[in-house]
Nanobody
Framework: VQLQASGGGLVQAGGSLRLSCAAS????????MGWFRQAPGKEREFVAA????????YYQTSVKGRFTISRVNAKNTVYLQMNSLKPEDTAVYYC????????????????WGQGTQVTVSS
């Protein structure tokens, strides 16, 4: 599986961005998809995840109510809608795919995209 993230950019605090992650292959719907981020000088952290069916979602506490993860299996694409952005959301955002089960641990994820930069100015 190859993953291609896009949609990052520069936005003012309070603004919105939508990230997309396009996946190759015919078995997209069988993968759990996740978004992670890494801020400068910090370790990569979990942001959100969605089950293959789209029924189950997980969020990091700090983004609950502001970010929404979704997927369109017919398009092999997962999205991260980010609203009410804060400067502390500035990071490189990565999408990832897991074959096993939904979860927050990076070790669960087998495939990773290249990352897209999100910068939120104050």
């Amino acid at each position: 599986v190859q993953l291609q993230a896009s949609g990052g950019g520069l936005v003012q605090a309070g603004g919105s961005l939508r990230l997309s992650c396009a996946a190759s292959g015919r078995t997209f719907s069988t993968f759990v998809m996740g978004w992670f981020r890494q801020a400068p000088g910090k370790e990569r952290e979990f942001v959100a995840a969605i089950s293959g069916s789209g029924i189950t979602t997980y969020y990091q506490t700090s983004v609950k109510g502001r970010f929404t993860i979704s997927r369109v299996n017919a398009k092999n694409t997962v999205y991260l809608q980010m609203n009410s952005l804060k400067p502390e959301d500035t990071a490189v955002y990565y999408c990832a795919a897991a074959r096993s089960r939904i979860g927050t641990a990076q070790a669960l994820y087998d495939y990773w995209g290249q990352g897209t930069q999100v910068t939120v100015s104050s």
